[in-house]
């Protein structure tokens, strides 16, 4: 099975500011890489799909980045309503494996 | 608008078997491939089976393998789950693909039901 490792687990930060968060993949995956947005009590939202390209509706201060095995979720100048949990997701190989997560909360 | 509604959750004891049920609507159902993702609570997320948009392809995690079978018909999506274990608790998500496929052409959980919770317990 491929495991997703996300980094950090948690991370402090206010508004305006530039957040990356990195996902790690135990082999390589080409863009097949993936990234959700899921708040307390809510079912998740998708954000990127194949490493970078962008969902609908996503605002475009969300971006995605990497190939191989190492990617990056940038979130521009942060928003009051994007603090939430993120998870990367490989969509490679089943069984489809998700990262354990990234916390981003306000400083 | 997708709408994904997922019922059939409940507490069931040990060895129990449950049966989940999602309907789909606002969408070509049979154009898309489907999943169930789980998160017991306080937990991340775990992928626990999908099926291609024809039925073609089925995939399973290691964990459900032999006691899961997800299936399909013109609307609706369903995950028959036996011999239940406390591990097995957590909410279950129906979730809508944006491909056709389970993987590389697909693989992509773009709309997600609100979850249905199981509770597998003495």
């Known amino acids: 099975d491929i495991q997703m490792t996300q980094s950090p687990s948690s991370l402090f930060a206010s508004v305006g500011d530039r957040v990356t968060i990195t996902c790690r993949a135990s082999?390589?995956?080409?863009?097949?890489l993936n990234w959700y947005q899921q708040k307390p009590g809510r079912a998740p939202k998708f954000l990127i799909y194949?490493?970078?390209s962008l969902h609908s509706g996503v605002p475009s201060r969300f971006s995605g980045s990497g190939s191989g095995t190492d990617f990056i979720l940038t979130i521009s100048s942060l928003q009051p309503e994007d603090f939430a949990t993120y998870f990367c997701?490989?969509?490679?190989?089943?069984?489809?494996?998700f990262g354990q997560g990234t916390k981003l909360e306000i400083k | 608008e997708v709408q994904l509604v997922e019922s059939g959750g409940n507490w069931v004891q040990p060895g129990r078997s449950l049966r989940l049920s999602c309907a789909g609507s606002g969408f070509t159902f049979g154009d898309k491939a489907m999943h169930w993702v789980r998160q017991a609570p306080g937990e991340g997320l775990e992928w626990v089976s999908g099926?291609?948009?024809?039925?073609?392809r089925i995939g399973y995690a290691d964990s459900v393998k032999g006691r899961f079978t997800i299936s399909r018909d013109r609307n609706s999506l369903y995950l028959q789950m036996n011999s239940l274990t406390p591990e097995d608790t957590a909410f279950y998500f129906c979730v809508k693909d944006k491909g056709y496929n389970i993987l590389l052409d697909g693989g992509w959980f773009d709309s997600w039901g609100q979850g249905t919770l199981v509770t597998v317990s003495s």
């Open positions: 082999q390589s995956i080409a863009t097949y």
């Open positions: 997701q490989q969509s490679y190989n089943t069984p489809l494996t």
């Open positions: 194949a490493a970078s």
């Open positions: 099926i291609s948009w024809n039925a073609g």
